[in-house]
């Protein structure tokens, strides 16, 4: 037992010496720890871009470009681009209904023989008649009511303004006569009996007063 204690004892002090000289060894055997090395390191070079073609602008886009005020508007290729579709309907609707009728009537009557009659001649020449009356054309008016008492000699107005000329000229017997044909024509004719009244009224006759005050009974508003 003692003899192996001994041995174990002794491998324990040559592996003790043999760790102490292992610093020594490497130094003999030229195994030596390198160095810290602290120089400044160089960047990699970096292979040279060949030359462009030479296009004629003065910017080149590929070069890139920063403009001096950018917004959020995408101007560079792979800028997000948002698109805003707005879609509107419009629609109307109308309806509508038109309706048109008309019709005529015309009758031409003959021009000669009994049966003949021409509705505008009396009456045109008794409306002229009283339009030159009325603008002071006494001599035009006279020739228009004459021609129209020869077409109609059964209406009394042109007997009635053609007195009323006979009276502006100063002739009351003619005045009065022609009054007195728009009465047998017209007996309810107030004006005709206001006019007659006061053309006999200028020559003193004495049945004038009957004229006024019948004028008066028919129609008071024309005879005052």
């Known amino acids: 037992m003692k003899f192996i204690a001994g041995l174990a004892t002794g491998a324990l002090i040559a592996c003790a010496m043999g760790f102490a000289a292992t610093?020594?060894?490497?130094?003999?055997?030229?195994?030596?720890?390198?160095?810290?090395?602290?120089?400044?390191?160089?960047?990699?070079?970096?292979?040279?871009?060949?030359?462009?073609?030479?296009n004629g602008s003065i910017f080149q886009a590929s070069e890139g470009y920063a403009a001096l005020y950018e917004g959020q508007r995408a101007r560079r290729v792979g800028d997000p681009l948002t698109i805003v579709l707005v879609e509107r309907t419009s629609a109307s609707k109308s309806s509508g209904t038109k309706l048109d009728s008309g019709g005529g009537f015309s009758?031409?009557?003959?021009?000669?023989?009994?049966?003949?009659?021409?509705?505008?001649?009396?009456?045109?020449?008794?409306?002229?008649?009283?339009?030159?009356?009325?603008?002071?054309?006494?001599?035009?008016?006279?020739?228009?009511?004459?021609?129209?008492?020869?077409?109609?000699?059964?209406?009394?107005?042109p007997y009635l303004n053609r007195g009323v000329i006979y009276g502006r000229k100063g002739d009351h017997a003619r005045a009065i006569a022609d009054y007195g044909e728009a009465i047998t024509r017209n007996p309810k004719l107030a004006l005709a009996f206001c006019n007659r009244g006061r053309a006999k009224l200028k020559i003193n006759d004495a049945s004038a007063n009957e004229d006024l005050a019948k004028a008066r009974e028919l129609d008071a508003s024309v005879c005052r």
């Open 107 to 157: 009758l031409t009557p003959p021009s000669a023989g009994p049966l003949s009659f021409n509705p505008n001649a009396a009456n045109a020449f008794a409306s002229r008649g009283l339009a030159y009356l009325r603008k002071g054309d006494n001599d035009r008016a006279m020739a228009d009511l004459n021609e129209a008492i020869r077409l109609n000699p059964r209406e009394p107005f």
């Open 23 to 54: 610093p020594a060894k490497a130094q003999i055997f030229g195994h030596k720890k390198p160095k810290e090395d602290y120089s400044v390191s160089r960047p990699v070079p970096v292979a040279a871009q060949p030359p462009r073609p030479a």
